[in-house]
């Protein structure tokens, strides 16, 4: 094994990565999810071998915390022990409900399976960077839209025919739209692409690529139709895993999230036991942090959500902390310099009529953004003595010059309280911020 996995990398279970809490390990279930008592053994392992913090990613991978070298080894035996198998190489990702959502367009295993098996046969996985991924999106209840893909394949019907929409370099909003694939090329067309990307080198992705149909064979891609585009209207998808959600098997899955996506193992052990008295067949890590727990009945559904309310996770889709994303932070990161998650509780109680779902509220210890790496409505930046902030961009545009504040949670209480006063009739959060614009905002977050 890997003692530990170069930065911009993506750390797993054989290479887990350095933090300031000791290495994390992160795997991702072949199965699609673990029944019950697996999840219970992973957990005991995370107490065993680590610092107890179960993670779920935004992509729904799950992730152990405080490993070292010695104990990521026996963690990964662990692991192998419980008969959990796990994906390695290029990530090839469907949605958590594939093929059991009766609201899907089209089952998107097959092609990527396919997919799979032609990257493979290729020998990709060797020559493309760690961070180069494919999308296959079946649609349905839960989609994919917030999952940043070089490759996207989003599944579309032209009457009786399922075709896949192609895009790269983005999620639902931001993915350049390159055309309609038929359902018999589609394979070929997503290795193309991949095998474009890889002849650019290991530090390339689909942003480096020219345009599809200059790589792609002629005839196999066909021009977009009129508004066809395969996203959610008004751009990206809100439908979270949350709440009773039915399966094609008639049975019922429940979804909850991890406050920013981590949770002590012992809790989920707790979870994971009643979820297992109530009958759940398995358990699903999904995008968003979240968990899925499928097979269960109407009254198992709500007796395990007030069950996991009361032991801390999110249950509620108006929970504020759903629209706040906080990396670890100090101590848990080497490169954090301040403690984002009990800022971000902080502010998710004091001033929850901030947060209407209009806008993220971004919390990061250092400017690399890590737990949202594009542009959000407010980014509130950890630096040597104190914090600073970024008006609808990204942590890393944080200059020298931004405004510094020694107390965030007070800063943003202040700026809550600005757009609770100047927020216009039928207004949201986002639109008066944009109206306010970055002038005023950054005067009442310095405030004392």
Request: hydrophobic share 45%.
């Amino acid at each position: 094994m890997n003692a530990m996995s170069r930065r911009g990398a993506c750390p797993t279970l054989s290479t887990p990565m350095q933090t300031g809490d000791g290495l994390l390990a992160r795997l991702n279930p072949i199965a699609g999810g673990l029944s019950p008592n697996t999840l219970i053994g992973l957990c005991e392992s995370a107490l065993r071998q680590g610092n107890g913090i179960v993670e779920v990613t935004a992509r729904g991978s799950l992730q152990i915390r405080g490993l070292t070298p010695f104990s990521a080894r026996q963690l990964a035996g662990e692991v192998e022990q419980l008969g959990i198998a796990v994906r390695t190489g290029v990530p090839v990702e469907t949605g958590p409900l594939a093929g059991l959502d009766p609201s899907e367009i089209a089952d998107p295993r097959p092609l990527a399976d396919a997919i799979r098996a032609a990257i493979a046969s290729a020998g990709l996985a060797k020559r493309l960077g760690p961070k180069v991924s494919v999308v296959v999106d079946g649609g349905g209840h839960l989609t994919m839209d917030t999952i940043i893909a070089d490759v996207r394949l989003v599944a579309q019907k032209r009457g009786n025919e399922t075709v896949w929409l192609l895009a790269t370099g983005g999620d639902a909003a931001t993915a350049v739209q390159q055309g309609i694939i038929s359902e018999n090329s589609v394979c070929d067309a997503a290795i193309a692409i991949l095998q474009a990307i890889a002849a650019l080198g290991k530090e390339a992705r689909a942003r480096d690529l020219r345009a599809a149909d200059e790589i792609l064979p002629v005839g196999l891609i066909s021009p977009l139709e009129g508004k066809m585009s395969g996203r959610t209207e008004g751009g990206i998808s809100k439908h979270f895993p949350f709440g009773i959600i039915l399966l094609a098997n008639a049975t019922l899955a429940l979804g909850i999230a991890l406050p920013f996506g981590a949770m002590p193992a012992g809790k989920l052990i707790e979870l994971s036991r009643a979820a297992l008295d109530e009958g759940t067949a398995d358990i699903r890590p999904a995008p968003a942090r979240s968990l899925l727990f499928l097979g269960l009945s109407e009254d198992a559904c709500h007796r395990l959500q007030d069950t996991a309310a009361a032991l801390g996770f999110i249950t509620d889709p108006t929970d504020p902390r759903l629209h706040i994303a906080a990396c670890p932070g100090t101590p848990a990161c080497a490169s954090g310099n301040i403690e984002t998650r009990a800022i971000a509780e902080q502010v998710a109680a004091t001033v929850p009529g901030f947060f209407d779902g209009s806008c993220t509220l971004h919390i990061s210890g250092c400017a690399k953004g890590c737990a949202h790496p594009g542009a959000a409505a407010l980014t509130v930046v950890g630096r040597d003595g104190g914090t600073g902030l970024v008006v609808n961009g990204p942590a890393k545009a944080l200059s020298p010059d931004n405004t510094s504040c020694d107390d965030a949670a007070r800063g943003l209480a202040a700026i809550a309280n600005l757009v609770q006063a100047s927020r216009q009739p039928g207004e949201t959060t986002a639109a008066c911020l944009a109206r306010l614009g970055a002038a005023p905002i950054q005067t009442a977050y310095r405030q004392d």
